[in-house]
């Protein structure tokens, strides 16, 4: 069973930037595709990014492209997502993920998806 933390959520004003962090137990992190997801009020879970086993490719959403950068360091159990520039529709509850058997897509839908944290959240002010 893979437990997933997150944290580094909290409010602040636009333009500001933020770094979320997501450690997740277990021995096979390593081999995980790690993504992020977010959900504001009202609306459904969109995806913002993904990093694959390696880290050698990464995909982000449209509206984060520039802005956001995804990485992750294996040898710490965690993922971690840079979020500049913040506009106040970046406002939401940011959720990690981990797809623990063999993947090899973006991983951008979240029904593809095995393991969740408990989210994050994120407010940012105009």
């Known amino acids: 069973q893979v437990q997933l933390v997150e944290s580094g959520g909290g409010l602040v004003q636009a333009g500001g930037s933020l770094r979320l962090s997501c450690a997740a137990s277990g021995r096979s992190f390593s081999s995980y595709t790690m993504g992020w997801f977010r959900q504001a009020p009202g609306k459904e879970r969109e995806f913002v990014a993904s990093?694959?086993?390696?880290?050698?490719?990464?995909y982000y959403a449209d509206s984060v492209k520039g802005r956001f950068t995804i990485s992750r360091d294996n040898a710490k159990n965690t993922v971690y997502l840079q979020m500049n520039s913040l506009k106040p529709e970046d406002t939401a509850v940011y959720y990690c993920a981990a797809i623990s058997r063999s993947y090899a897509g973006p991983g951008r839908g979240a029904h593809e998806y095995d393991y969740w944290g408990q989210g994050t959240q994120v407010t940012v002010s105009s």
């Open positions: 990093i694959n086993w390696s880290g050698s490719r990464t």
